[in-house]
């Protein structure tokens, strides 16, 4: 799945490509990508058409491109969704599923979304040109200026879970996925499975600022690889991969200490950590019940 560095370089694409261009027609070629916009296929592209785009935003791992009526395209990338700049008169892709007709583009004519998986989508945020009412919930990301480290730390310390599932947690910090969760607990040396209530604040702040390290390499990068459905917005794959230190790198010698690195399973997905490094926390004895003598 596409995580916070791949859609930024995707909203960055966009943002250089498509706003100032007005929309000239629409084409739903396939209805799953527009089922959360509950006016059908017909009434999101009746929507979207003669509007004219006026910026491209990001919270998360969600993108937003407001319009000049105060409403908002919004995008999610699923597993396998891509935003794609293309000429008119391009061969279509073999799962293309809208394609957005742009007059004013720069250099390009249609945005294609593409989607093998269809697990993506897109739809029309009523008045969300500001913020989309439906992401409203979501956590600012750490890459975001106004980004509250104190209080992450603050609330991070408060919970027993594990200090990667709180990474994962939308609620609490956004676009932090599965890789970039792996590689910040490693460079900070933390197991993923610590217990935020046993960090020190100033732990909690260094895994920040680790996590905000690896976002921005992976950024000045084009974001991970893993998965070749995911390309930017020309196309072209990201490479961030090769610099990784623990996803994906099971039984490889650790690139600190060389001891292998360990995969265990994490909500139906994977962990990947350096079991010297980070050592895995140790669980706290259950005193003994205490039994009334005999009278």
Sequence with gaps: MPELPEVEVVRAGLERHVVGARVTGVDVLHPRPVRRDERGPEGFAAALTGRTITGARRRGKYLWLPLDDGDALLAHLGMSGQMLVQPAGAVAQKHLRVRIRLDGAADSRHLHFVDQRMFGGLSISTGGAELPPEIAHIA???L????????????????????KRQLLDQNLVSGVGNIYADEALWRAGIHGERPGERLSRAQVLALLGHTRDVMRDALAQGGTSFDALYVNVNGESGYFDR?????????????????????????????????????????????????????
């Excluded at 106004?146 to 879970?161: K, N, P």
């Excluded at 001891?259 to 004895?285: D, E, G, L, V, W």
């Design 243 to 295: 610099s990784l230190h623990a996803y994906g790198r099971a039984d490889e010698p650790c690139d600190r200490c060389g001891t292998p690195i360990r995969r265990i399973a994490f909500m139906n997905r994977s962990s990947y950590f350096c079991p010297r490094c980070q050592p895995a926390p140790r669980r706290r004895r259950v005193p003994a019940p205490v039994v009334a003598p005999p009278d």
């Design 140 to 142: 600012r990301d750490p």
């Design 144 to 163: 975001d200026p106004l980004f509250d480290d104190d209080e992450l730390a603050t609330r991070v310390r408060r919970r027993a879970s594990g200090i």
